[in-house]
């Protein structure tokens, strides 16, 4: 058995998601194809795909090993480029997906900065809260938070964030300020339409566990910067990334409530269809952003100074 193709032939299935879409580009008949799966889960002793007539889908060991396949074909994909061809230079249209205020906040500057060194690279880019299918879509890159997508998906972890509970100074003196989730439930709550825990707010103690409270208000809506405005206009609690409440934090407009109690933190990723086959360009601004928001511990550098100012004690919530 020829590993090599074996592995390849492997990640062709998982990213075609079926036999022959695989065989064709691959140049192979359905059969061949079907003999190097099955010599490969021989050699490995282990099923890497669940077949049926209608889909195929990974098994937890094949899951395992796409992740590192795609990493390995990538790597000797890379070692032939360097000693072949040298260095190419990224060039063409780059069509980029991010939620809205990320992107207008975090990523058009590192749009600006990318472009400066690589002035044959045009962008095309869909600012979008909803989660974009960049392979039906025809994107080449995304930045995401938190999940990022199917399986067949690669993510590249270039920070993190962190959900901030918060409310304008005016709403807690009319209102009260919560001492703990439970308190939230009986408060105005200003909800985000894709959370993926809905109207669940979830947060975790010093001690790791979890406190998980159902929020409601009046307001419910699909833009977390158009929230933050509400809530610094005084109509309620928020949960949002630091990365949008950051300066309404820094100036006291919001202020950081429930103190020793946060959500966990998720990651922040740039996500494309797989390392395999990636054009100079996907490649180069994928390095790119890793680079320019990577700082000590994976914190990204923008939100490294972050200090989250905290309500000092005052009065009980009012019923």
Same mark, same amino acid.
């Given at each position: ?104 906040? %975090?990523?058009?500057? =590192?749009?600006? *900065?990318?472009? @400066?060194? &690589?002035?044959?690279? !045009?962008?095309?880019?869909? +600012? ?34 962190? %959900?901030?509970?918060? =409310?304008?100074? *005016?709403?807690? @003196?009319? &209102?009260?300020?919560? !001492?703990?989730?439970?308190? +939230? ?135």
């Amino acid at each position: 058995m020829d590993r090599l193709q074996a592995i390849s032939v492997f990640a062709q299935v998982v990213e075609q998601g079926h036999l022959s879409r695989a065989a064709e580009r691959l140049g192979l008949s359905t059969s061949a194809v079907s003999r190097h799966l099955a010599d490969l889960e021989a050699h490995l002793g282990v099923r890497l795909l669940n077949r049926t007539t209608r889909r195929l889908s990974l098994t937890e060991a094949g899951q395992a090993f796409y992740e590192r396949s795609v990493q390995l074909l990538a790597d000797l994909e890379e070692a032939e480029a360097a000693v072949s061809s040298g260095a190419v230079t990224p060039r063409g249209t780059l069509k980029i997906t991010c939620s809205m205020t990320f992107g207008i906040r %975090l990523l058009a500057p =590192a749009i600006a *900065a990318f472009a @400066a060194r &690589h002035p044959a690279v !045009r962008f095309e880019i869909e +600012l979008s809260d909803r989660q974009v299918d960049i392979v039906d879509e025809g994107i080449d890159l995304a930045v995401r938070i938190g999940d990022i997508g199917p399986q067949t998906l690669i993510g590249r972890r270039i920070g993190s964030m962190q %959900l901030v509970c918060c =409310a304008a100074p *005016a709403y807690l @003196a009319a &209102h009260g300020t919560p !001492r703990l989730p439970a308190d +939230l439930a009986r408060h105005a709550c200003l909800t985000y339409a894709y959370s993926a825990t809905g109207n669940a707010w979830r947060f975790l103690d010093a001690q790791g566990h979890e406190h998980m409270v159902r929020v409601q208000g009046g307001v419910h809506a699909n833009n977390g910067q158009l929230l933050a405005v509400l809530a610094t206009s005084g109509m309620g609690i928020v949960l949002e990334p630091d990365f949008i409440v950051a300066p309404e934090l820094a100036s006291g407009a919001l202020v950081a409530l429930l103190p020793g109690h946060a959500p966990a933190a998720s990651g922040i990723y740039v996500v494309y269809p797989s390392r395999r086959h990636l054009s100079a360009k996907v490649r180069a601004f994928a390095d790119f952003l890793v680079e320019r928001f990577r700082g000590e511990g994976g914190q990204m550098e923008p939100l490294a100074t972050l200090r989250v100012p905290r309500m000092p004690a005052g009065p009980t919530m009012r019923r």
